[in-house]
């Protein structure tokens, strides 16, 4: 029988954790425990790198839980999260219909649910894993794209952007003085950069390393020619691997 770690953030009271371990006992399910906490949270999901999240909301102040979710999915998009309600029409909008099951819940529906949607999410990253090689391994030399501006199409070359940056529903574009906005998710856009010189360095930032002037370890910033970009925690261990540190 296939073990899966899975991380169970601490939920609306302290008895659920009692709950989920009479649950997991004697299943394929090893669960590893960490605080609603959103840093420790960060942090624990990073250093065990679960198979399954399973976060348990209140459904009447679940939003907190849902920005947990994102930002999990921000870290490591095939990481499924699970979450475990008694009332799944009182979740708010944005919890999808397949990422909850509900209490009371029995041992073999708890450990079926879990393992299945394990196996569904790894199904799915295998099936998208081709569709994305061929973006993932472009070169940034003579690479570009088109944006829309106006009627016409504008074709954008990837060296020239130093930075991009997220501006409520679009990404702002950032390539010799001027600026682009482009309505896409920042971690799509993303994909579809050269991964050779772009790295997110924040929620809301990707640099080009071309651009780099210097990192301030001390601001937790990148200096580029005209601005001082953020870089948090998460996306540190990244930046530093990918400025070809000596």
């Known amino acids: 029988m296939n073990k899966y770690n899975v991380l169970a953030v601490n939920g609306v009271n302290s008895g659920n954790a009692n709950r989920l371990e009479a649950l997991a006992e004697g299943t394929n399910i090893n669960l590893t425990y960490t605080e609603m906490n ?97 973006p993932y391994q472009r070169n940034v030399q003579n690479h570009s794209f088109f944006v829309k501006i106006g009627n016409k199409l504008k074709r954008v070359e990837t060296g020239k952007i130093s930075y991009i940056e997220v501006e409520e529903k679009y990404c702002s574009v950032n390539i010799e003085n001027r600026q682009i906005h482009v309505k896409i998710a920042l971690k799509d856009f993303l994909k579809k950069l050269p991964n050779s010189k772009f790295v997110r360095t924040h929620r ?43």
């Open 204 to 246: 809301n930032f990707v640099v080009n390393t071309d651009f780099v002037q210097s990192v301030n370890l001390g601001s937790n910033t990148v200096v580029m020619d005209d601005r001082e970009i953020p870089f948090s925690r998460t996306y540190k261990e990244e930046l530093m691997n990918q400025l070809n540190l000596i």
């Open 38 to 134: 959103g840093s420790k949270a960060l942090d624990s999901f990073k250093s065990n790198q679960p198979d399954l999240v399973l976060i348990e909301t209140d459904a009447d102040s679940d939003q907190s839980e849902l920005n947990l979710a994102n930002e999990f999915h921000q870290v490591n998009e095939n990481t499924p999260v699970l979450f475990l309600t008694k009332d799944p029409l009182k979740l708010k909008s944005g919890s999808r219909k397949d990422s909850y099951f509900q209490f009371p819940v029995t041992k073999h529906d708890f450990s079926k649910t879990v393992t299945q949607t394990i196996l569904n999410y790894r199904k799915k990253n295998q099936a998208d894993a081709g569709i994305k090689e061929a």
